[in-house]
DNA sequence: TTGTACGCGTTATCAC
DNA sequence: GTGATAACGCGTACAA
């Protein structure tokens, strides 16, 4: 194991027998060098493996290349999707991304988002944790943000989403086509936005369908609590569970509490997940556009970092709702735009 | 929106009203400052929100309390919990932590290995594509590494992986007991390592069992019409999955012949996924200690990149099997400890 | 094509 | 003991 050091453009340069400008110059094809020099310089970088210190070079030039993505939790198969999809953009673009997870916790954010400006990115992609983002948001911010899946509080940023409202709405007319008399509604909290808009969105959309809205919080066993309580109180004829927390959460409890579904309750969920075309019967499920929405976040972004002044944009991307046998009576498949 | 921009050590000297020197080693501790210089000084930091720049700092002082970690896809919720430990044990130890994903592509994987020296961290760990990862890392890397999860055909590193064999062992003794004459093991590639071990511990241990490997290659289509082909070509008493791939392959698969089960065929997988204890009856499976395996391969880089000079170490981590209804006759669970 | 000042933060050296 | 001055790490950019 031989302790070299990393070389650097000097020893590039000495290699090479010429001047650090030269290996500069070759490296980021500035000026123009003479081909028999670019080839000795080439070699020379070969030989010793040398690689550019980034850090060395945005010093000097000001210029970063790279950007920055908070999410509440990397092991939410959808915020993982997001950031793989939003790592594949930023390099075909030419940028690093550092990664940052907040493990769903506020503090943690607020102390990922405060080191992040550390490694001065020129810009910055956040899925907040909560809508109190602007709070933990550095003050006076010098670079373009955009924020996306929820929508804090508080504007001044671009925004990603998608269409919540409508999704919802459709699985509202899916269930009343199913003749679905009354459903329970079941999330976290009302005081994230995805939440709000979609039960707002379903209640709009309800017509007939006698609607309730159920948040259980957070916590897991207090939120399974809830729910118990709720259904032992009497049982409508369908679930729909909002978020990825109360969807896992409600399709546990409803098989240890002996439902069978779709017959004793139909169950659908906002949040898709990939077991719920694998289980029988399948779950009806909003699926959401996540690669479209890292796509669309990185054009916002990359716009902002190349000067754009436009005012701050929304982007709502339409869902689909992927209908299986959860919801039916008679079992078959099909799918619906939502919107 | 003020232009502002992103605050250097010299305005916070200026506004403090002393010298960077000053600035400097307020912030690192160094150097004793009066009460009264520090107080402005912090004020200061505090006003104009100055984040030190790392880059900078670490030009300087040649110390990076950076690290980083390649894993072959973020979207496999295994190497998301990889991650998100390891992001946290990072941190807590006062370390930075580049996240980069291969996206299962090993000429990605080597293009990020490249790119990744250009922020010259201080240590680096890989869970590797293939076996190949020795043709991928840099020539003379320079830092230490540590390889998790699957072992590469060349040494040289510290490794950190579960203990696949054994592991394997014991689904073999548990479908033995449970009375299957016949198993077919299904596996993306023998030139996996994982898939190696597995296969050899659950064959040495097989005893009277019936056991044929087929591996089916990552070409998803592929893969299951070489499955297919194999089920239809006879059925054997029960299937074990090695992978996350032919795991919900075959299960996929399954269900579309028509197969229930365990009654005409038992199921097992090696790698456990959240689904597999929701739906019905519950999938036996190989519990895999991902978060221990975070905090070894942390403790492992740790110690290097403080110098420990001790000869390659390989760690084994001890796996569970939860034993659920898609192994037995007679639905009921419990678990075993493998090994 | 090259010399060299420069960007930022650290640290050794020096002055009070 | 306290604080400032200045050289330095690396790569870039402009003048020479």
């Known amino acids: 194991m031989s302790r070299q050091q990393t070389p650097s453009i000097r020893m590039v340069a000495e290699r090479a027998g010429v001047s650090i400008a030269t290996v500069s110059n070759v490296i980021n094809g500035k000026a123009s060098v003479s081909p028999d020099f670019a080839l000795r310089v080439r070699a020379a970088i070969q030989e010793l493996g040398y690689v550019t210190d980034i850090a060395a070079s945005r010093l000097r030039s000001g210029k970063a290349a790279l950007a920055a993505v908070v999410v509440p939790d990397l092991t939410n198969p959808m915020f993982a999707a997001f950031v793989s999809t939003l790592e594949h953009e930023a390099r075909v673009g030419g940028f690093d991304l550092v990664v940052v997870s907040a493990r769903n916790d506020p503090d943690e954010e607020a102390d990922r988002l405060a080191s992040i400006r550390a490694w001065r990115p020129a810009g910055l992609i956040v899925i907040p944790c909560d809508g109190a983002l602007a709070t933990r948001l550095p003050a006076g911010l010098a670079i373009p943000a955009v924020v996306a899946d929820r929508i804090p509080d508080h504007g001044g940023f671009d925004l990603v989403a998608v269409d919540n409202g409508p999704a919802s709405g459709a699985v509202a007319r899916h269930l009343l086509e199913a003749g679905m008399a009354s459903c329970l509604v079941v999330g976290t909290s009302l005081s994230i936005s995805n939440v709000r808009e979609r039960w707002d969105g379903f209640a709009a959309a309800a017509g007939a369908i006698d609607a309730e809205m159920l948040d259980v919080g957070f916590e897991r066993r207090a939120a399974e609590n809830r729910l118990r ?25 409803v098989a240890r509490m002996g439902l069978s579904i779709p017959a004793d309750l139909a169950f659908a969920s906002f949040d898709e997940m990939e077991w719920m075309r694998l289980v ?21 972004l990359r716009g902002r970092m190349e000067g754009r002044e436009a005012p701050e944009e929304t982007r709502r991307l339409e869902c689909a709702v992927s209908i299986r046998g959860s919801t039916l009576r008679v079992p078959h498949r099909r799918t619906v735009r939502a919107g």
């Open 280 to 300: 029988s019967p399948g779950i009806t499920a909003v699926r959401q556009p996540v690669e479209d929405m890292a796509v669309a976040a990185w054009a916002l």
């Open 229 to 253: 309580a709720r259904l032992e109180r009497g049982r409508p004829d369908a679930l729909f569970a909002l978020d990825h927390m109360t969807a896992l959460l409600a399709y546990e409890l």
